[in-house]
């Protein structure tokens, strides 16, 4: 099992913009192939969002991340960001 966890920063002025991609996409990358659970979290100073997600292996997240889906989705997400986003990939462990 595989943990992805990316903080976004996200201008506020697109936040709802944000939260709407984010709305209308969940229910697609939960379909993919490995894909266990994805959530958007708000940090409650409003700084930032975090995405979880739940990845059956690195392969699955991998070709979710090399799809065509992803490249439709991402490069209209980067151009909200204030900062470059940090991704990490966490193995379960207990």
Not at 18 to 32: G, S, V
Not at 42 to 69: C, E, N, P, V
């Amino acid at each position: 099992m595989i943990t992805r966890i990316v903080k976004l920063y996200i201008k506020e002025e697109h936040a709802e913009t944000f939260e709407e991609i984010f709305k209308k996409n969940q229910a697609k990358i939960l379909a993919f192939d490995g894909c266990q659970n994805v959530e958007l979290f708000k940090d409650t100073h409003k700084a930032f969002y975090t995405t979880i997600s739940m990845w059956s292996s690195t392969q699955k997240l991998d070709h979710y991340r090399s799809s065509a889906f992803f490249a439709s989705i991402w490069p209209k997400t980067k151009t909200l960001f204030y900062q470059k986003p940090e991704a990490f990939s966490l193995n379960h462990i207990s």
